[in-house]
């Protein structure tokens, strides 16, 4: 609720059109419409929670306690094709996760360059962009790329979402190239533009292609803790993975069956990307050198 009060406030939507507290503060920035129904609210709680209550003879177990697992199941993900909830949201995760990878990747070269630029500005100017976007955590970036940068602009959340993961996960990226091209010996760029190649050429060449073979173990933990931590995107309205079974939940009452299968997926396609990257890295990787690195041929 506090999302679409953020949302209204920053004219991402026209209205709200939902039950809606009327607090003091909200109706500073909120023109309620006038009191069409009122409700009594009350507290429900079990008996035996109550202090100086006598305990209850039976507890009333939840409503799906009962249930054999297979009804469970069919409850969860068969009825109201409650299934394609799920789907919709990997597709969604999937592609905030591959945009940010690509736009994450992309930026985290151009500051990694700005970050040993032989030109003080540039240097600072990326030290700074690091320090802040490490120190920030993630979601509190999201918010402000969505709630304050695009809050002018009609844009996808998705597109916004893969801005501010690819945002933040270039701080840690450039950081990574830089260390890989500083681990590889000087004295091979010297060389091969002593053998006649330039500067450019013998970086692409020489350089280039031994610090990418160091950066890729690292990179690959980077890439799957990104694609994990799309899982707030529900803060800006975006249903994914996560927010699918929250959903789902939240119709079923049963937590058990959607967050299982919310932390499976998960944890298969971090697999899958985890082998995917594997494979990359094999292929980079000289034959001489395969034997003990921790990737089968």
């Known amino acids: ?171 840690y990226i450039a950081e990574m190239l830089r260390s890989a091209i500083q681990s590889v010996d000087r004295g091979q760029l010297e060389a091969g533009v002593a053998g006649g190649f330039t500067r450019a050429q013998a970086f692409r060449l020489i350089v280039l292609p031994q610090a990418l073979r160091q950066v890729l173990p690292v990179y690959k933990g980077e890439v799957i803790s990104l694609f994990k931590m799309t899982s707030v995107v529900g803060y800006i309205a975006v249903q994914d993975i996560t927010k699918a079974g929250d959903i789902i939940r939240s119709r079923t009452f049963d937590a058990f069956i959607p967050l299982l299968v919310t932390a499976a997926i998960y944890l298969v396609l971090a697999w899958l990307i985890a082998w995917a990257l594997e494979r990359v890295e094999l292929q980079v990787t000289p034959p001489h050198q395969r034997q003990g690195t921790g990737v089968a041929p």
């Open 1 to 171: 609720m506090s999302g679409q009060i953020a949302a209204l406030a920053s004219g991402r939507i026209e209205a709200i059109a939902c039950l809606l507290v009327m607090t003091e503060e909200r109706r500073k920035r909120v023109a309620f419409s006038d009191e069409l129904i009122a409700f009594v609210a009350c507290v429900v709680t079990r008996q035996d929670r109550i202090a100086g209550a006598a305990p209850a003879a039976t507890a009333t177990p939840p409503p799906e306690a009962g249930l054999p697992l297979g009804l469970r199941i069919r409850a969860n993900l068969v009825d109201e094709g409650r299934y394609r909830l799920i789907l919709e949201g990997l597709f969604v995760t999937c592609v905030i996760s591959v945009l940010a990878t690509l736009f994450g990747t992309v930026f985290g070269g151009v500051v990694c360059a700005g970050r040993m630029s032989p030109r003080p500005l540039l240097r600072q100017a990326a030290a700074v962009y690091i320090w802040c976007l490490r120190g920030v955590p993630v979601l509190v970036v999201l918010m402000i790329i969505y709630y304050v940068v695009f809050a002018s602009f009609h844009v996808s959340p998705i597109l916004v979402a893969a801005v501010a993961f690819g945002l933040n996960a270039a701080a």
